[in-house]
């Protein structure tokens, strides 16, 4: 056969060689993250240039037809999953789909920044400093800290490993003469810091059914580790966080190195070349008052700037993705990273030294 007769067999795979890379791009559906799937690789030479497909995808990673990237675009509300809940007994559901279907991520970054702000107490800060734990295992002090938070919040109060995680937060806690008006900001912040957080990064507000769910909880947890003198609102949570940190923030040696691991553990969360760009970031979005008290210097107005910014461009894209329809776990998340073969509540936290109970469960 003579060269320049067609021959179909070589064209088609030149064709495949050289057709344009196709796939699919899928934005996680918290929009933190953003990933490319190839399906094809090439350049090719004739004919109709081949398209890639922007998707928007759901956590399933299943594809949204262009009708419903186009409905979702326009702004169409996602209905609030808990509106027919009583925020009065069913708070320990609300407050789980919140972390589970509403604001996986920014539960998880506000909680971070809620126990952030507690080691500018210098009691607090120089006890977790004293322990060496931070020092030396931070990333696993993050790890059983979200994860026998998140057991309790998964499995309820009264199941068999809720109740396990509150014995072992108990027991650690016991080990330590820590002040009762301590224990009881520390719960504050866990009230007030997500409700500020998502007010401002949010893809849409707290309704007041959330906010008052996510209140009933900590009140619950706060009974289960016998903290006395809850405050009975959300303002009075508020006025008390305020008002301790008024007061207590300070610098301390030991809070400031327990703050600059933190930080360090957090740029790990992400490409190593955007560690000075994460530690920027993170300072951006302190306030006055708990820079001063680590010592850290002031960003500046463009990197506030730039960082609020990003994260209400986030939330603009959040708002216009489909609900999530599976549930998002803190075990999930790529940043915990102790126990890839997974975990045993009796086993985690710390001890004192030859504590029978965790020889026996590690055993
Ligand atoms: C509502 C209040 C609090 C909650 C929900 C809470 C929660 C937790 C959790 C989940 C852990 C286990 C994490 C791990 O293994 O690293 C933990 C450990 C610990 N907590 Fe708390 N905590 C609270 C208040 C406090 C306060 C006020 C202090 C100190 C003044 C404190 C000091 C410690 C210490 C020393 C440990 C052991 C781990 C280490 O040495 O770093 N906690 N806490």
């Excluded at 320990?92 to 539960?107: A, S």
């Excluded at 960003?299 to 994260?311: D, M, Q, Y």
Aim: hydrophobic fraction near 40%; aromatic fraction near 10%; charge should be positive.
């Amino acid at each position: 056969m003579a060269d320049t007769e067609p021959n179909p067999a070589r064209e088609t795979a030149l064709d495949q060689l050289l057709a344009p890379p196709t796939g699919t791009w899928v934005i996680d559906h918290d929009a933190t993250s953003l990933s490319f799937s190839l399906h094809s690789f090439g350049m090719r030479t004739r004919g109709r240039f081949g398209s890639m497909n922007i998707t928007i995808a759901g956590p399933e990673g299943a594809l949204q037809t262009r009708a419903v990237r186009r409905a979702y675009g326009r702004g169409m509300a996602k209905a609030v999953r808990n509106a027919h809940l009583d925020p009065e007994t069913d708070y320990l559901r609300i407050y789980r789909e919140l972390g589970e279907y509403e604001f996986p991520w920014d539960l998880t970054q506000s909680l971070s920044f809620a126990l952030f702000r507690t080691y500018a107490v210098p009691s607090i800060g120089r006890l977790l400093d004293e322990t060496h734990e931070f020092a030396e295992r931070t990333q696993q002090r993050y790890d059983d800290t979200a994860l026998l938070l998140e057991e309790v919040t998964v499995h309820g109060f009264d199941s068999p490993s809720g109740r396990e995680a509150l014995r072992r937060i108990n027991g650690m806690h016991r080990m330590y003469d820590i002040a009762a008006d301590d224990m009881r900001y520390v719960l504050a912040t866990f009230v007030v810091v997500p409700k500020r957080w998502i007010d401002r990064y949010g893809w849409r507000a707290l309704t007041d059914r959330e906010l008052t769910a996510s209140v009933r909880y900590y009140q619950a947890l706060g009974r289960h580790m016998g903290i006395t003198d809850i405050p009975e609102t959300y303002e009075a949570f508020a006025a008390l966080m305020d008002g301790y940190e008024a007061e207590r923030f300070a610098f301390d040696a030991g809070g400031r190195r327990v703050a600059d691991a933190t930080l360090a553990l957090l740029t790990t969360f992400y490409p190593r070349p955007l560690a000075p760009a994460v530690r920027l970031f993170s300072r951006a979005l302190m306030d006055p008052p708990l820079l001063a008290a680590f010592g850290y210097r002031e960003p500046g107005p463009l990197a506030r700037r730039l960082s609020e910014g990003a994260l209400r461009a986030r939330a603009r894209l959040v708002r216009r993705l489909p609900p999530r329809r599976r549930p998002m776990l803190v075990r999930d998340m790529a940043r915990i990273k102790s126990y890839p073969d997974g975990f045993d509540v009796r086993a985690m936290g710390t001890f004192a030294p030859g504590c029978p109970v965790h020889q026996r469960a590690s055993a």
